[in-house]
């Protein structure tokens, strides 16, 4: 297949990067060539949806509309979202991209999704975004059942409890962390996971107990855990809704973004996502 490699080869030079790696047992691409695999496939991807969009702008929004989640907010909100997209903009075809929130800003600093909702958006490159909601972090953990539970507990208090956290990489826990130095408390980490799920299996049996935001608790709500928020200081962060500058929001993609901000705030108006709305 001569004129195939000397097609590769002129791309593997225009690219400055070695695409695929060849050996006796067959081809395989290279980390660049991988990435470069993505990119081209989201951009066809997107080039393909241009009828879906013409006829949109005429008709109703149309198309293909990926948006990023963090899991346990995809968990509380996508049901809803759904059933608003269904009543109302049929022809979108929504995909979820739910990931942990490090990947997910990644994500949209690549221009991978069209819009999600992420914290600390202030922190990423090439994004644009609009602030949602102020977000109230709360203390989850197994109750002594011989006292009575106090819906508030200051940040003192919980600097005396074992705590699961995840790593510094996750914006919750910078934030945790920045409050815990401000308050001259040391915490008693004495687990680290990236898991959500894996530090709510390790507060409902009893071990430590952690610091999360109301999704989370939503997810794996059990009469077992109670959450309470933390005071004296709160431990707050801003929740914004952001897109990739160098993406533009098409027809269908707003539309979407209008249904999930009305979806989010609505959470936020029950209760079910403890804190204040921003927009």
């Known amino acids: 297949q001569p004129a195939l490699s000397r097609q590769i080869a002129a791309l593997e030079a225009r690219v400055g990067l070695r695409l695929?790696?060849?050996?006796?047992?067959?081809?395989?691409?290279?980390?660049?060539?991988a990435r470069l695999y993505t990119l081209a496939r989201n951009t066809l991807e997107r080039l393909g949806s241009v009828q879906a969009e013409l006829r949109a702008s005429e008709?109703?929004?149309?198309?293909?509309?990926?948006?990023?989640?963090?899991?346990?907010?995809?968990?509380?909100?996508?049901p809803t979202i759904l059933r608003e997209l269904e009543?109302?903009?049929?022809?979108?075809?929504?995909?979820?991209?739910?990931?942990?929130?490090?990947?997910?800003?990644?994500?949209?600093?690549?221009?991978l999704v069209d819009f999600g909702i992420v914290a600390a958006a202030d922190e990423l490159v090439?994004?644009?975004?609009?602030?949602?909601v102020?977000?109230?972090l709360l203390l989850v953990e197994k109750p002594d059942t011989s006292r009575r539970v106090h819906p508030t507990i200051t940040f003192?208090?919980?600097?005396?409890?074992?705590?699961?956290?995840?790593?510094?990489?996750?914006?919750?826990?910078r934030t945790i962390d920045d409050v815990a130095r401000v308050a001259h408390c040391t915490l008693n980490v004495i687990y680290e996971q990236r898991s959500v799920t894996t530090i709510m299996s390790l507060v409902r049996a009893g071990l430590p107990g952690t610091i999360t935001n109301?999704?989370?608790?939503?997810?794996?709500?059990?009469?077992?855990?109670?959450?309470?928020?933390?005071?004296?200081?709160?431990?707050?962060?801003?929740i914004s809704l952001a897109w990739p500058r160098r993406r533009t929001l098409s027809v269908a993609a707003h539309a979407a973004y209008e249904v999930v901000k009305r979806c989010a705030l609505e959470a936020v108006k029950e209760g079910r996502w403890r804190g204040v709305p921003l927009c």
């Open 59 to 78: 008709q109703k929004p149309a198309g293909p509309v990926t948006i990023a989640l963090p899991v346990s907010l995809a968990s509380m909100l996508v």
């Open 156 to 173: 003192a208090q919980v600097a005396k409890r074992k705590l699961v956290l995840p790593p510094r990489s996750f914006h919750i826990r």
């Open 126 to 132: 090439n994004v644009d975004y609009e602030p949602l």
């Open 20 to 33: 695929l790696n060849r050996s006796r047992t067959g081809v395989a691409l290279t980390d660049g060539g």
């Open 134 to 136: 102020c977000e109230s």
């Open 214 to 238: 109301s999704p989370s608790v939503y997810q794996f709500w059990t009469a077992e855990i109670v959450a309470r928020r933390v005071v004296h200081p709160e431990i707050t962060r801003t």
């Open 87 to 111: 009543a109302h903009y049929s022809e979108i075809d929504l995909r979820i991209d739910d990931r942990l929130s490090p990947e997910n800003q990644h994500s949209l600093e690549a221009g």
